[in-house]
């Protein structure tokens, strides 16, 4: 369970990746999240979260509900595990069998010392509508960010977000070569999607678009940027040290045994 000060920055940044990476169904009971997107390989838009750890009544009977859930839509089970989960679902889940895998980590960083500087290079800032952002999908996809089969999910994931959202494409001699998402939900402007074309990594371009990203959310009112990053990318991980990003928590994903 996580410490009471550090359990109200969770919740926070809980309820924003909701807000930010929203699913096509949603199943809400109490403080439990079902968000599902099936077919979509995104595990954020395919699993239960929990954001209470006092709500644990009747874990076992509403785990079996919420895994209902899945099944008759199609998606897989899973649940994704923070520390925010309440002590009888994680028994649950022992009892269930339930298996631990990929483990993220949560980083937050203020956004003050990232502005004092503008980013270097020729960045576009794609600022669209809801249903304009099919556009950010296609960019994604042409990054290599994405599988093509899976674009027309991830324009429907974006068109989906109802906060304001803007792309933000590094160029390298006009032509895009790396991107980053930015999500504004109040303060809290959080990074998706960053991808470098394969022939243009280690320039520093995926780092060029995070900060553009970034500073466009300050000049939106968010004073801090967050992100996931998943605890094997080492290389990820130390880059955004460089930016000042710290950890905040680690969640990882839950599930039976194939």
């Not at 004073?223 to 880059?239: C, F, H, I, P, S």
Request: charged fraction near 20%; proline fraction near 7%; include cysteine.
């Amino acid at each position: 369970m996580a410490e009471a000060r550090d359990e109200e920055l969770i919740r926070r940044l809980e309820d924003a990746t909701i807000n930010s990476w929203p699913g096509a169904f949603l199943v809400k009971d109490g403080a439990w999240f079902l968000r599902l997107t099936p077919g979509h390989p995104s595990r954020r838009a395919n699993s239960l979260s929990v954001l209470d750890p006092a709500d644990g009544e009747n874990a076992p009977q509403r785990l079996i509900a919420m895994m209902a859930a899945c099944r008759r839509l199609g998606a897989e089970p899973v649940v994704r595990w923070t520390p925010l989960m309440p002590a009888e679902l994680d028994r649950a889940l022992d009892a269930a069998g339930f298996r631990a895998f990929e483990e993220t980590r949560v980083l937050t960083a203020p956004l003050a010392p990232l502005a004092q500087s503008a980013p270097e290079g020729e960045i576009e800032l794609m600022e669209a509508a809801p249903a304009e952002r099919a556009a950010y999908a296609d960019r994604l996809v042409a990054l290599g960010g994405e599988a093509p089969e899976f674009g027309g999910l991830l324009a429907a994931i974006l068109g989906r977000i109802a906060l304001p959202a803007v792309l933000a494409v590094a160029k390298a001699g006009g032509r895009p070569v790396a991107a980053a998402l930015t999500v504004i939900d109040g303060p809290l402007a959080g990074i998706f999607e960053v991808i470098t074309a394969a022939d243009a990594r280690r320039a520093g371009h995926g780092t060029r678009a995070v900060r553009a990203a970034l500073a466009h959310a300050r000049t939106h009112g968010a004073t801090t940027g967050w992100l996931q990053v998943k605890t094997a990318n080492t290389g990820a991980a130390a880059a955004y040290a460089r930016l000042g990003f710290a950890e905040v928590y680690r969640y990882h994903y839950r599930r039976r045994p194939a």
